[in-house]
C-alpha cells in the first residue's frame, strides 16, 4: 500500500497554528512512509471562503516547507461527483428521499427538548413508498443509516472507539437545493483521491462516525484515521486571541523562522526521547503517528521564542541580513543603500547570538542604517563628554591608519587604552555611542569593520563634533 495523506483546509481564514500542525504531521507521515502528501481546500461555504484566503493559506504552506506532491484540490469543482454519488447510494437503498417539512422538523426538536434528549431525526419517510412523496414538495436525501449493532473507529491516536448505531441519526447528504452537505463531499473527495490515512484534529472525531457509515454503504474500503488532539493554551483553555498569536501569517510576522516554528509545532504533541531541537531530514526519519499523545498540548510562546533563538543562530548570515532588510524596507528613518547588506551581512554572527526573533534582529540591526546625524540615547549622550570627544578625534586618526580587521583594529583599541592610562572601557563607550547611537551593541571591532571604514570615521566626526 502507498500511503497518502491530505490537508483538507476551509479558506474561511488564514491558517491557524493547530492547522499548520495538522499539515505537519500528515506531511511527515507521508514522507516517513515514501508516500504522498496532497493539498485539499474545502470552499463549499460560498459565503465564507474568498480566494484570498485560500492564497494565504497557500502562502503559509510554502513558508513553512509542506509542498503538496499534486497541484491543490478545489472541492467546489466537483460537486456533481458528490451528486452522482448521492444518486448511487438512492438507487442502491442506501438513501431515501425525505420530504419532512420544516414544522415537522421544529416538532421534532421541541418535543426533543420537552424530553431533555438530543435531537435524532426519525424520518418517516426512510421506510414509505416513494410512490407516497407529495408531488412538488422539496425534499433532502438522508443516508439510510443501520439501526442495529455499533459503528466503531480503530484510531491510529486514540484506539478503538465505538458508538451505538442507535445514537446516530440518517444525515442529509444532499440538500434540498441539490447540493453536497460537507460530511457527504468529504468522503467522496477523499475515496477518489485514494487517501489511505486521514490525520486531523479530534474535533472531527464526531464526524468520522457518521463518515464511516458512508463508506460502508458504498462498499469502500474506508481510510486509516488519526485524531490528533487539540492545542490550548498556556492555561488549559481553548487557544484564543487572548493568548497570543494564532495564525501562520501572525508567527511570520513577528519573526519566528519556519523551521523553528515546524520544529516547536513537531514537539507539541509528537515525542521522541528528550530530542528538543529536529532538523526537517530528522523530522521526517523519526516521525511516526504512534508516538502522537492522546491529551492536549499548551501553547507556550516562552518555549517557542527559544526553539528560534536556536535556529536563529543556525541560520544563514546572508539569509537573516536580507530578512532583516525586508523588515526595515520603508522606514523613512533610515538610509538603506547599496551597503546595507553588506554592513548587516557582516555583523550578523555577533547579532543573532542575542536576538530571539528576526524583529529583535532587525531591531538590533537598525543602527547599521540609520542617517547622519545619529540619534543618541541618554547614556550615549552622557558618554560624549569634551574628554571623550578629544579622544574620539585623535582615535580617528589612529584608527584610519590601521587595517580594518577585527584582530588589529582590536589591537588598536587596547594599545590606545595602555598607551593613554585609560580602561579598555574608557575607550570603547565613547566609541561605541559615536559609532552606534547607544551603549548595546556587539563587539566594538565587529561594528568598526561592518561599518566599514568610511562610514566608522564618519560616524565618530559627527559625534566629537556635536
Known amino acids: 500500500m502507498t500511503v497518502r495523506t491530505r490537508f483538507a483546509p476551509s479558506p474561511t481564514g488564514r491558517l491557524h497554528i493547530g492547522g499548520a500542525r495538522t499539515a505537519l504531521f500528515n506531511y ?196 486509516r484515521f488519526a485524531h490528533v488532539p487539540l492545542i490550548h493554551g498556556p492555561d488549559g483553555a481553548k487557544l484564543s486571541k487572548r493568548h497570543g498569536a494564532q495564525s501562520v501569517t501572525e508567527f511570520r510576522e513577528m519573526g519566528y523562522l519556519p523551521e523553528a516554528l515546524c520544529n516547536y509545532l513537531l514537539r507539541l504533541g509528537w515525542g521522541h526521547g528528550d530530542v528538543e531541537i529536529v532538523s526537517r531530514a530528522d523530522a521526517i526519519r523519526l516521525f511516526d503517528i504512534d508516538e502522537v499523545g492522546r491529551a492536549p498540548s499548551r501553547m507556550d510562546y516562552a518555549k517557542l521564542a527559544h526553539v528560534n533563538s536556536v535556529w536563529l543562530r543556525e541560520a544563514d548570515d546572508t539569509r537573516l541580513a536580507r530578512d532583516v532588510l525586508e523588515r526595515l524596507a520603508g522606514r523613512d528613518d533610515l538610509a538603506l543603500g ?61 584608527i584610519a591608519a590601521t587595517e580594518f580587521a577585527a584582530a588589529p583594529l582590536d589591537a588598536l583599541l587596547r594599545s590606545h587604552a595602555e598607551r593613554t592610562g585609560r580602561k579598555m572601557g574608557a575607550v570603547a563607550q565613547p566609541l561605541r555611542a559615536a559609532l552606534t547611537g547607544s551603549t548595546v551593541s556587539p563587539g566594538i571591532e565587529a561594528v568598526l569593520v561592518a561599518l566599514g571604514r568610511e562610514e566608522a570615521l564618519a560616524r565618530i566626526a559627527a559625534a566629537a563634533a556635536a
Not at 484566503?53 to 467546489?76: F, R
Not at 547599496?338 to 548587516?344: F, Y
Not at 537598525?366 to 560624549?384: D, E, G, I, N
Request: charged residues 30%.
Open 28 to 223: 511527515l507521515f507521508a514522507r516517513h512512509h515514501h508516500g504522498s502528501f496532497l493539498l485539499r481546500i474545502e470552499d463549499t461555504d460560498r459565503e465564507r471562503s474568498t480566494a484570498e484566503n485560500t492564497q494565504l493559506i497557500l502562502d503559509s504552506l510554502a513558508w513553512l516547507g509542506l509542498k503538496a506532491d499534486e497541484p491543490p484540490l478545489l472541492q467546489s469543482t466537483r460537486q456533481a461527483r458528490h451528486v452522482e454519488v448521492a444518486r448511487q447510494l438512492l438507487a442502491s437503498g442506501h438513501a431515501y428521499r425525505c420530504y419532512l417539512t420544516p414544522e415537522e422538523l421544529e416538532a421534532m426538536r421541541a418535543e426533543a427538548k420537552a424530553a431533555g434528549r438530543n435531537l435524532r431525526i426519525r424520518s418517516p419517510w426512510r421506510d414509505r413508498d416513494p410512490a407516497e412523496a407529495p408531488q412538488g414538495r422539496p425534499f433532502v436525501v438522508r443516508l439510510r443509516a443501520p439501526r442495529e449493532g455499533e459503528t466503531v473507529i480503530d484510531d491510529l491516536v486514540q484506539g478503538s472507539v465505538r458508538v451505538a448505531n442507535t445514537e446516530l441519526d440518517d444525515m442529509i447528504i444532499l440538500r434540498s437545493d441539490g447540493t453536497p452537505i460537507y460530511q457527504h463531499a468529504v468522503v467522496v473527495d477523499d475515496h477518489d483521491m485514494a487517501i489511505t490515512h486521514v490525520i486531523r484534529g479530534d474535533d472531527h472525531f464526531t464526524n468520522t462516525f457518521r463518515q464511516a457509515q458512508i463508506y460502508d454503504a458504498m462498499g469502500w474500503e474506508r481510510p
Open 338 to 398: 547599496p551597503d546595507s547588506e553588506r554592513r548587516i551581512t557582516a555583523l550578523m554572527p555577533a547579532l543573532k547570538e542575542r536576538a530571539k526573533t528576526l524583529v529583535e534582529l532587525a531591531e538590533a540591526a537598525t543602527f547599521l542604517v540609520r542617517p547622519l546625524p545619529l540619534a543618541f540615547t541618554p547614556k550615549a549622550t552622557a558618554q560624549l563628554t569634551p574628554e571623550n570627544k578629544a579622544m574620539l578625534r585623535e582615535l580617528a586618526g589612529e
